[in-house]
């Protein structure tokens, strides 16, 4: 099973040039997409689940031409999008059996037993009968979910999934997630560094619509280890800092600023070495590479 993406570039009519030739080989797992607002992913998002045009480019995943192909790869794509907006009068279970006939499943007996297995999956079941209105952040998002399982599909998308949920949740969903990863081609888009970090075996960092990493998360932070400095400073020193070492980030720790750098030797100034995380190769990405 693979995805493949080839060269795809969009520009908006506002000129912004929201994908730049971006090339992508996924196989089947969790694939972590990494990125800060604004960088492209829920464009790239859109255009592999057919709901709009690059401008150039090509998208397949097995034999399926996605960007000819929209009904074909449409029987197999489940989508979780960024704002899922849910009608708040209706239980999950009266949704779920509506979108399971739309999906062509037309045998009732069929579509019960599916919902059923849904919901048990995604731990809705005892919330089945509620008015979807009354779910929390959470339980929308694994509605959300089990709405894009309803066709068993092999590319599943979700897109900023876990933003906003509290703790619990979000444990919860990616739990739920990585279940899923396991027969299909999952992307994951996110600005969430842990959320990739916990669940992906693949991922690529993205910034104004370039892909400008792509790889195993642990073979990344590997590949930083020897190269990254942590000390803690005086918030007054930062922007000396700043200006004489390349600052890959800062974390407050009891209120007093502790940075990294990335220097490939030891850089002296009581710089120690750091713990390298994947955070440091995120940023050591979207800071240093421009
Ligand atoms: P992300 O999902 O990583 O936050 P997006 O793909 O939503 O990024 O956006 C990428 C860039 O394209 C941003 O600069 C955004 O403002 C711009 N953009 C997204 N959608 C549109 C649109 N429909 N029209 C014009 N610009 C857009």
């Given amino acids: 099973m693979q995805l493949i993406i080839e060269n795809l570039s969009k520009t908006y009519s506002n000129g912004v040039q929201a994908l730049k030739n971006v090339s992508l080989t996924l196989n089947q797992g969790m694939f972590g997409l990494l990125g800060p607002n604004g960088a492209g992913k829920s464009t790239l998002m859109r255009t592999i689940a057919t709901l709009q045009e690059p401008d150039e480019g090509t998208i397949h995943f097995n034999s399926i031409d996605v960007l000819k192909q929209k009904d074909e790869i449409r029987k197999i794509l489940g989508y979780l999008p960024q704002e899922f907006g849910v009608y708040p009068k209706i239980s999950a279970e009266t949704l779920l059996d509506h979108l399971a006939t739309l999906k062509g499943i037309s045998n009732a007996k069929e579509r019960k037993e599916l919902i059923k297995a849904l919901l048990n999956k995604t731990n809705l079941f005892d919330s089945r009968r509620k008015n979807l209105g009354g779910y929390s952040?959470?339980?929308?998002?694994?509605?959300?979910?089990?709405?894009?399982?309803?066709?068993?599909?092999?590319?599943?998308?979700?897109?900023?999934?876990?933003?906003?949920?509290?703790?619990?949740?979000?444990?919860?969903?990616?739990?739920?997630?990585?279940?899923?990863?396991?027969?299909?081609?999952?992307?994951?888009?996110?600005h969430i560094v842990d959320d990739v970090k916990e669940l992906c075996t693949d991922m690529a960092i993205i910034n104004n619509g370039e892909v400008l990493m792509r790889g195993n998360p642990m073979e990344a932070i590997f590949s930083l280890e020897g190269r990254i400095w942590s000390k803690r400073i005086g918030k007054p020193q930062m922007a000396d800092y700043k200006k004489n070492f390349k600052v890959v980030?800062?974390?407050?720790?009891?209120?007093?600023?502790?940075?990294?750098?990335?220097?490939?030797?030891?850089?002296?100034?009581?710089?120690?070495?750091?713990?390298?995380?994947?955070?440091?190769?995120?940023f050591s990405n979207i800071f240093l590479k421009n």
């Fill in 137 to 190: 952040g959470g339980m929308k998002q694994r509605f959300g979910i089990a709405q894009a399982l309803l066709n068993n599909p092999h590319l599943i998308i979700v897109d900023e999934p876990t933003a906003g949920l509290d703790p619990a949740e979000r444990n919860r969903f990616l739990n739920l997630l990585s279940e899923i990863g396991e027969n299909s081609v999952v992307i994951l888009s996110t």
């Fill in 249 to 282: 980030s800062e974390k407050m720790i009891s209120g007093k600023p502790e940075i990294h750098i990335y220097s490939e030797t030891p850089p002296g100034e009581d710089f120690i070495p750091a713990m390298v995380d994947l955070e440091d190769v995120y």
